[in-house]
């Protein structure tokens, strides 16, 4: 048995919506899990469930070998960090860390210990007599990590904690929590609906839709071979071009090419995708591209254009090159680096 | 700088409503430093007489009442003690059950909810037998306990509180659970101090509504040592008409001023938690 065990765990609300259908997982000791996935997909259910926020309508968990169905909150020894960081507006950053100490009952001087270490860590040992409310938004972050480490929990529960910093602090932040939990090495599960945040910080990514785990892989695993139409069009940004097409005899004729050769016996309707840094400029290519805007990036620049009948496909390549508005581009897909999907069920077939 | 005639008319307004409170309070402080007879045949007085302190020593020592032993501070003790205990079991009372009722989420908290606003409209004076039925039977009559417990319940401040406590994030709750606070513990770490500025100012309301009864004392209580100051205000000195003797307005005058400085108090030293407490709350 892993460290943290979900099995066929179920949440039905009071008023029927079912958030979470038959989820099982398992996490290892030191994993920095995450769940990504749009909202309201039942990702911070999920979350709130392994705090004990949430009763489990069916199924158990387990952390580190006990059942924590009908455990307390308080008695898990989990630490969450909150979205809007929870922080207590009467105590001073000192308190706030120490608080859940005290509840345990250790001694001044051990908490008094913890508490320095912690604020050390993180860099917050200037703000400790300081109320929450006289901190930015940065800071405030820190001291709700510090709340977390402090107590040095089983396991870290991140429910969005980033979504309330503005872009830049946002990078710094995902950076600090990444070299935090690999520092400290706690088991951690992160959520976000932000795909690039979760590639980043996962060892293990779970892509959640429905309250179903689609997809459960490394980053990597997930952006190179996504398993349904759902997890290619949510992972990669920007996002993976889809077209309508016909697979017949191992040929796909979409929308004005063929691709012969599919390494599918797959026929009918399907989708066909494309990820826009999957194309290259080729004389000749499969894909003609009349451009209808350029976004420069910098370091790359995104072509969108339209082919016969799809608007704002999407090509991306290097900020050194020019493309001029109204033009027309001629594009080829990498190293067979396409992607067919069932057009009903959404499941990759190739 | 410039002043606006619009400021012109408002501050005139706002001086004209400062005299209309501050000139009766005047007169009556003037009158009450000089003796009964000067006011009897010349009227109220409009500056300090030289009977000041006689008047006053008179009123707070000169034992009265049937049994000639009640004083006036006895029955400002009383009244103080009574305001006192209304506000503060007010405050807790109220605090703690809208507490549960916002945090306990059983099926039965808006219908109690609901129950406990309706008494809005059964003030004490229209249950006034009812509950002197209960407290008599009780046998609380004539008692401090008899004198708060009736007064204690208070929808209004229930409702004030409860308000506050639905602002406060559930993420709060949820953070306190899982570090290890338990129900009682987040009242008093969290729901307390974050409340301080909305408990002071229910405790200056309630104090001056439970200083100011009058009628419930009044039915409540025959013995004399039970006297609260607004009770006084009609009893006290009356046998002077009966007799010979002048109408003594001068200490009643007195006796008036006396009976205000409690509840000036009060509110002197809470305001700046008061007026916190209806304007911001401190999140």
């Known amino acids: 048995m892993s460290f943290l065990d979900l099995k066929n765990v179920t949440k039905i609300y009071p008023n029927g919506t079912k958030a979470v259908h038959e989820t099982s997982l398992s996490i290892d000791e030191g994993e ?51 979205q809007n960081y929870a922080l207590y507006p009467h105590m001073n950053v000192y308190n706030n860390l120490a608080y859940g100490l005290k509840n345990r009952g250790i001694d001044k001087e051990t908490i008094e210990q913890k508490v320095n270490d912690a604020a050390k860590l993180l860099q917050i040992s200037d703000y400790l007599q300081r109320k929450p409310s006289m901190l930015s938004g940065g800071q405030r972050q820190r001291v709700a990590m510090g709340r977390a480490i402090v107590r040095n929990p089983k396991i870290f529960l991140f429910d969005e904690p980033l979504s309330n910093l503005d872009a830049k602090l946002r990078i710094q932040m995902r950076l600090e929590i990444k070299k935090l939990q690999q520092k400290v090495g706690v088991t951690s599960i992160f959520v976000t ?21 689609e997809q459960l892989g490394t980053p990597i695993e997930i952006y190179d071979n996504p398993k349904s139409l759902f997890v290619a069009g949510f992972i990669g940004s920007p996002q993976m071009n889809f077209l309508d097409g016909n697979l017949k005899n191992k040929t796909l004729s979409a929308e004005g090419f063929e691709i012969k050769d ?29 451009v209808d805007l350029v976004e420069q990036l910098g370091s790359d620049n995104l072509v969108y254009g339209q082919l016969t009948n799809i608007k704002d496909f999407c090509y991306r390549c290097p900020g050194n090159q020019t493309i001029e508005k109204g033009s027309n581009l001629s594009l080829n897909i990498e190293n067979k680096k396409y992607y067919i999907f069932d057009k009903s069920t959404g499941k990759r077939v190739n | ?37 000067t006011i009897l045949t010349e009227g109220m007085k409009f500056h300090i007489g030289d009977q000041l302190a006689r008047n006053y020593n008179e009123v707070l020592n000169e034992k009265g009442g049937w049994s000639e032993e009640v004083t006036a501070a006895k029955m400002f003790i009383n009244s103080f003690i009574m305001a006192l205990g209304i506000a503060t079991l007010k405050v807790v009372i109220s605090a703690m059950s809208a507490y549960a009722l916002v945090y306990y989420r059983f099926k039965l908290a808006v219908p109690i909810f609901w129950l406990i606003f309706i008494t809005l409209l059964v003030p004490l004076e229209v249950r006034i037998f009812p509950s002197y039925k209960i407290v008599s039977d009780l046998g609380l009559t004539n008692s401090y306990t008899g004198l708060i417990l009736p007064l204690v319940a208070s929808a209004t401040a229930t409702f004030f509180f409860r308000q506050f406590y639905k602002t406060i994030p559930d ?14 513990s987040f009242f008093i770490d969290f729901l307390v101090p974050l409340s301080k500025t909305m408990i002071a100012a229910m405790f200056i309301f309630m104090f001056v509504y439970g200083y100011s009864q009058y009628l419930w004392p009044l039915i409540m209580t025959t013995a004399e ?31 008036i001023i006396l009976s205000m400085i409690p509840p000036v108090l009060v509110v002197v030293f809470l305001q700046k938690w008061f007026i916190k407490g209806l304007i911001q709350t401190e999140k």
């Not at chain 1, 709130?48 to 455990?71: F, P, Q, S, Y």
């Not at chain 2, 040592?225 to 009643?252: D, N």
């Open chain 2, 225 to 255: 040592e039970y006297w609260t100051v607004v009770m006084g205000m009609k009893i006290i000195y009356t046998e002077s008409y009966e007799g010979v003797a002048l109408p003594r307005t001068a200490e009643r005058f007195a006796y």
């Open chain 1, 262 to 290: 599919v390494n599918t016996e797959h026929e009918g309707e399907v989708t066909l995708g494309i990820r826009p840094e999957h194309l290259v400029q080729s004389e000749n290519g499969l894909i003609n591209l009349k």
């Open chain 1, 193 to 213: 609906h932000d795909q690039v945040e979760a590639m980043t910080l996962a060892d293990r990514l779970a892509v959640i839709n429905n309250g179903i785990i």
């Open chain 2, 171 to 184: 993420e709060l709750l949820e953070s306190a659970k899982l570090d290890g606070a338990n129900a009682w």
């Open chain 2, 1 to 37: 700088m410039k002043i606006k005639p619009l400021q012109i008319i408002a501050h005139i307004i706002l001086i004209l409503g400062v005299l209309l409170m501050v000139v009766p309070i005047w007169i009556s402080f003037a009158s009450s430093s000089h003796d009964s007879v």
């Open chain 1, 32 to 82: 920095f899990m995450v769940f990504v996935g749009p909202s309201g997909c039942g990702k911070s259910t999920l979350l709130r469930m392994v705090a004990g926020l949430e009763d489990i309508t069916e199924g158990d968990i387990n952390l580190d070998g006990k059942l924590m169905n009908e455990v307390d909150p308080s008695e898990r020894d989990v630490a969450m960090v909150f």
